[in-house]
């Protein structure tokens, strides 16, 4: 398949794994920040490949796993109202809560639609509006969820329906931002990241302004890095030829999707519908200014105050270590629940529930490595 | 700049086993194989269930049979390549034929929601017609029930089987064994992205066909050149991944795959790209797995060349000690990695 089958040569990327072993003289420690790319990196192997010396940390770029569980709860009671249609991305729909407003034994989506809720599948936020449109006696609601990528796609169907009066749409918005992540990282005590990998894809939409101050406050090589083996391959490659030639700039392996200023008309929209407020990360804590919430003027939009939710609070409470996880300070196979109490029929924590999360990618292509999960594995 | 104000290191409380039944149940993954391996095998047990075969091999005053049955709850019930009616018929033929026996008799259950157009209904019928016809089976019992309207979804078909197993090859999952070459009869992932495509309204440059097909043919022409066939298993929804990972259970081996090897026509592998989907999880209406001996590998996938749907049959991996039910690939950068059984639903409802 063009522009995919090049970027995965098994040859092209053996001549990769040659030489960043010609370079590398010590260990180094390398955060990929996107969880596409953890789930790129462990479904190829492509640690595997890597000099014993080499250390990648998966980083916390897995909207699905950071999206805070009061905001799953918010989800779970809007979907369980009768004159609802909640609207979301398919991953959502496993994220366990901590409440079961439908009755039904699972805390989750899922659950909720099992027991009578009207849960749909969209693929285009704009699917969301249309169902509104076509449904004016009843609310529709979208869960916008992601990084800097999916704002404007989230952003748009809002900017739509205030445009034409669709008054029965509205969004529940969980939004971050990498950035502020990144900081939050490289100001911990425990941080042993020395080097990352930025995401492409949220690049592709804010460009990689923002992070050349990050990497001369905090002397660490930011990489932009597309998805595919070779995009990760080669962006380990700048990344440790930065680190063994002691540089700390910001290169862009991406180049065939992201510009250094990024696509501007997105950015503009974006800014019209969002601003940029304090959130919570699930597994990690509340970063300031680190999220997207709706701007005054889409108030109206937000599902929170529509459906009177914007007071609720929920606890978390488990022996889930995913911030030591989404920190890179741990590997998932270092915690006592992975792949036992904890899996993805029955996570503890959000890592594991989505395919993008370092644990389920963990569980889903690594469990061969440990004898005692493969036991619990042929039990089926 | 980010300021961490706090980091709580905690995560939710686990979830409890689901009380409700979850679409997830009927998906042909992991939910599905714990319904049975919970409620229903402990519940029936018997010598034929417990081969945990596409179908049941029964002998009876010394006739050696196969009896099945599918139930098919296809939306949209029109896709691309076939609708619900070719698959009723299909489905099980093809079950039958994975137990090596010759297709027979069918039996057919209509389930019809009230209100639906008549001329639906005659499509469907005419679509059974045609693929029995061609299959060369009869249908010759059946029923028809009307349920009110919101409480069906058009139409659902439950369809059974009865095959004659004129051999004495003995086709199960038991009879695999480490050193067995894996043939796959074709592309995977066209039924499942077909269905897709026409369910979400999405668009492809070529409109993908669903690869739906009776697969008697190929399956008795492996018999006919007394190939000997340890198991064979058709495809379906939890596509390659489940079918593998269900015989590797059943048998308490490993099947080890190249990745290389597993042909995904373009189209299928774009728009998996675009979707985020994994070909290895889509469903399949006509594919099969054949497992051999080594030494009947290359015969068995020259005869299978020869038959039209399966005529892009490829060699795809071997069975190898343990870790028993444990399926692994070999990816196309050479590193090896689990291939496992999907937890929940990829495509909700395709058959």
Redesign the interface.
């Known amino acids: ?1 063009k522009y ?1 089958d090049e970027y ?1 040569d ?1 040859e092209a ?2 001549q990769y794994v040659t030489a960043i072993r010609g370079l590398v003289t010590r260990p180094w420690t390398i955060m990929e920040i996107c969880g596409g790319q953890t789930h790129s990196i ?5 640690d ?2 890597l000099p014993k010396q080499i250390t990648l940390a998966h980083g916390p770029g897995c909207p699905v796993c950071v999206t805070p ?1 009061e905001v799953i709860d918010k989800a779970l009671q809007i979907a369980a109202q009768p004159n609802v249609i909640f609207c979301s991305f398919g991953d959502m729909l ?1 994220v ?3 409440i079961n407003p439908a009755n ?5 989506l ?2 909720v ?3 009578g809720g009207d849960v749909h ?1 969209v ?1 285009s936020p704009m699917d969301a509006v249309k169902i509104a449109q076509q449904n004016p006696d009843k609310q529709v609601v979208f869960f916008a969820v992601g990084f800097e990528t999916t704002a404007p796609a989230n952003a748009m169907p809002v900017h739509y329906a205030k445009q034409n009066g669709v008054t029965n749409y509205s969004v529940l918005v969980s939004h971050v931002l990498v ?6 990282i490289l ?2 005590p425990t941080n042993c990241v020395q080097g990352f990998l930025a995401a492409g894809h949220v690049c592709t939409v804010m460009g990689y302004t923002e992070y050349e101050p990050i990497a001369m406050k905090y002397r660490v090589p930011i990489v932009v890095t597309g998805f595919e ?1 070779l995009d990760l391959l080669q962006g380990i490659y700048m990344c440790i030829l930065q680190l063994e030639q002691g540089r700390c700039g910001v290169e862009n392996q991406y180049a065939r999707a992201v510009r250094r200023e990024g696509n501007r008309p997105a950015q503009e929209l974006v800014a019209k519908v969002f601003r940029v407020v304090n959130r919570k990360w ?9 999220g997207l919430g709706l701007a005054a003027n889409y108030a109206d939009f937000d599902a929170e105050l529509r459906f009177g939710l914007s007071q609720y609070t929920a606890q ?3 022996e ?5 996880i989404m920190q890179g300070a741990k590997k998932p196979e270092e915690c006592t629940a992975y792949g036992n ?2 899996t ?7 890592p594991m529930v989505s395919s993008e999360g370092a644990c389920a990618a963990y ?6 490595r440990n ?1 005692n999960l ?1 036991e619990v ?2 039990r ?1 | ?24 149940h009927g998906g042909g993954g ?2 599905m ?2 319904l049975l ?1 919970g409620l229903l095998l402990p519940n029936f047990s018997n010598e034929a269930l417990l081969e945990r075969h596409d179908g049941a091999t029964l002998t009876i005053s010394g006739a050696k049979l196969a009896f099945t049955t599918d139930s098919y709850v296809v939306r949209p019930l029109f896709f691309p390549g076939g609708d619900i009616g070719t698959l009723a018929i299909n489905g099980t033929v093809n079950d039958l034929a994975m137990c090596g026996a010759r297709p027979l008799y069918l039996s057919s259950a209509l389930i019809l929601e009230e209100g639906l157009p008549m001329e639906t209904l005659r499509r469907v019928v005419e679509s059974m017609r045609l693929s029995a016809a061609s299959a060369n089976v009869q249908l010759v019992t059946g029923d028809t029930k009307v349920v009110d309207k919101g409480k069906g979804d058009g139409i659902f078909i439950n369809t059974a089987g009865i095959g004659v197993i004129e051999h004495d090859i003995s086709i199960s999952p038991k009879n695999v064994r480490p050193g067995d070459a894996i043939l796959l009869s074709g592309d995977i992932g066209r039924h499942g992205i077909a269905i897709m495509a026409v369910r ?1 309204g ?1 668009s492809f440059e070529n409109a993908i066909e669903s690869d739906c097909a009776t697969l008697w043919e190929p399956v008795k022409a492996l018999l006919d050149a007394c190939v000997e066939i340890h198991c064979l298993r058709d495809l379906t929804r939890g596509g390659l991944s489940s079918g593998l990972i269900e015989i590797a ?1 059943a048998a308490g081996v490993r099947c080890a795959v190249n990745e290389a090897d597993i042909r995904v026509r ?1 189209e299928v ?2 728009a998996c ?1 675009i ?1 985020g989907l994994d070909p290895l999880y889509l469903a399949n209406e006509g594919r099969f797995v054949a497992f051999v001996p080594e030494h009947e590998a290359e015969r068995a996938v020259d005869i299978l060349r020869n038959v039209d749907v399966s005529s892009q049959a490829t060699r795809i991996g071997r069975v190898v000690d343990g ?4 399926v ?1 690939l070999k ?8 291939v ?1 059984m999907l ?2 639903e990829q495509l ?1 409802r395709i058959c």
């Open positions: 398949m995919v995965r098994p990327a053996q462990v479904k190829y192997g492509i595997e490949l569980v496993r366990p809560g901590s039904s034994s699972g805390s989750d899922l659950s639609k099992a027991a599948i693929y950035p502020p992540a990144m900081e939050a100001s911990s083996p699930r597994g990690i804590g509340e970063i300031s200014q680190s978390e409470d488990s889930c270590i995913s911030g030591l109490r904890c993805p029929d029955h996570p503890l924590g959000a569980y889903r292509y690594r469990r061969l004898k493969v594995s042929s089926g | 700049m980010g300021e961490v104000k706090e980091f709580r290191l905690q995560c939710p409380v686990p979830l409890n086993d689901t009380d409700h039944v979850q679409l997830a992991r939910r194989h714990e391996e979400e999405l259970e373009e592998a774009g790209e979707l870790p028993a039910g444990l692994t990816t196309q950068l050479g590193t090896e990695r689990i496992d937890g929940g909700p």
